[in-house]
């Protein structure tokens, strides 16, 4: 049961009509559907359980960050990964418990890592040799213990886009396996630092789980190691979560094969399991509705502009992402014709989809595009002077704005005039 299906020929999030909403609230809006988040953190969770393993899921915040969407997880006992001090206030705020906090990330400034020490998280993903001395030292001056679990780099290639892996040779995250034993001996020698176990994360949008099966077998592995050694380790976590099927054509692998993945990984290695599905858990659940303002023919091509953007939905233009295009109305005809859908920005890049087939449609009508829940808001920009676009959720038959258009005097007001281009009649005459 997918959560946006057509209902006497108009396309609805569960019981709300889509053409309602963009009439109401105005277009181009983000619509999620709070069912469909629930049903897949509760996939994950099911998933793990059946696989025997007691596991922490932490809701990738990265990928949608807004408060309702993290209450709504939060409600569920989900955890949360965090990339910034942003994020730590964001899921506070919404609901998470800061004992399910996991903090990843390459670059935390002194300023983060005390308010992550403050806000007492689950654990810090550790990165480099350099942060290990950084949170020990700051945890010191704190006169306090920090959680940590080092993240190692494993040395798979995911086989995704190479903007989104994250665990080659040569990528920024982590460190190298054949360093980590001595960099967990450090820690567990150090009483600033609590080690806690080690962590990975191989990419987003993976759809096999082949490098998931060798990146999970190489954290397990050296996870016996360390044991061996009289290392404590109490948990994995195996970053984030399964890629989504962006294409009809597309499958991704199920949450419970996932889990039994994980467990065999595992084995009899008594742990605490850790995962951190973003994409996953709300790509599904959101779409962007946006409406035609022009059609045009150029050169054989024909555009359809609509009033959504590159600086609302960026994936296209930054991953040559793919997401389904369709009318809110259907189609009463199967003729389709071959469009570029495009966006009104002055950049050649501001294109939803090239050559695609679509139904006879005009200016004014109201197009949905899938599969935006993740990765889409939280890109956004305020390129061209748009302001970030409304979010609404939806549940049964009731919608909410989860968070509204500002207006444009609100846009304008953090910015401020140096006094010398204030108006000369307050400068005071000399
Ligand atoms: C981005 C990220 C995630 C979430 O990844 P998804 O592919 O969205 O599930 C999890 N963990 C870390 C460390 C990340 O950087």
Redesign the pocket.
Known sequence: MTAFAYRDGVLHAEGVSLAHLADEVGTPLYVYAAGAIEASYDAYARGLADAGLRALV?Y?V??NDNLAVIATLARRGAGA?V?SGGEIARAIAAGIVPGRI?Y??VGKTPAEIVQALDAGIRQF?VESAAEIDTIARIAGDHGVTAPVAL?VNPDVDAGTHHK?A?GRKGDK?GVDMVDAPALYARMAADRRLAPRGL?L?I????LSLAPFRAAFGALAGLARTLRAEGLPVATL?F?????VAYRDDAEAPSRADYGRVIAEAIGDLLVDVA???????V?MAGVLVTRIVATKESHGTRFVVVDAAMNDLLRPAMYDAYHGIRPVVRPRTEDESLVDVVGPICESSDVFARARPMPPVAARHVLVIDAAG??GRVMASCYNARPLIPEVMVRGDRAEIIRRRPTFEESIALEAMPPWLAPASTQGAA
């Open positions: 932490a990738g990265k990928a990964d990339v996991i990843s990330g993903n993240r989104i994250t995250f962590a994360h990419g987003s949008q993976i976590d970053g984030g979560g399964l890629g995962i951190e599905p973003g994409r996953s858990i790509a993740a990765y």
